[in-house]
Nanobody, 118 residues
Framework: QVQLVESGGGLVQPGGSLRLSCAASGFTFSSYAMSWFRQAPGKERELVATITVPGGITIYADSVKGRFTISKDNAKNTVYLQMNSLKPEDTAVYIC???????????WGQGTQVTVSS
């Protein structure tokens, strides 16, 4: 059974940091590119960061570039999102996503809430 389980969300003050984790199971994690999306109330789902396979190239949305870092630990089947200098506009549900090509197969997690507020 495929699972993507996010954790690490919570309430943080502006300027603070959080590290999100997404634990994967039920598929060959090392063969999948991993991404973090976010969705705020009333807004469309937004791609935040991606780490590719092979090569581990990282790609970020302009809104988080320089503040967020995505990383992938194939030994632990886990992808992380380190979020620094958080802003109120970063408030959203953060969702983990896995995808491979040839044939295409993708999976979504359930999400973890991040709230940035004083």
């Amino acid at each position: 059974q495929v699972q993507l389980v996010e954790s690490g969300g919570g309430l943080v003050q502006p300027g603070g940091s959080l590290r999100l984790s997404c634990a994967a199971s039920g598929f060959t994690f090392s063969s999948y590119a991993m991404s973090w999306f976010r969705q705020a109330p009333g807004k469309e789902r937004e791609l935040v960061a991606t780490i590719t396979v092979p090569g581990g190239i990282t790609i970020y949305a302009d809104s988080v570039k320089g503040r967020f870092t995505i990383s992938k630990d194939n030994a632990k089947n886990t992808v992380y999102l380190q979020m620094n200098s958080l802003k109120p506009e970063d408030t959203a549900v953060y969702i983990c996503y896995a995808i491979r090509w040839g044939p295409t197969q993708s999976y979504w997690g359930q999400g973890t809430q991040v709230t940035v507020s004083s």
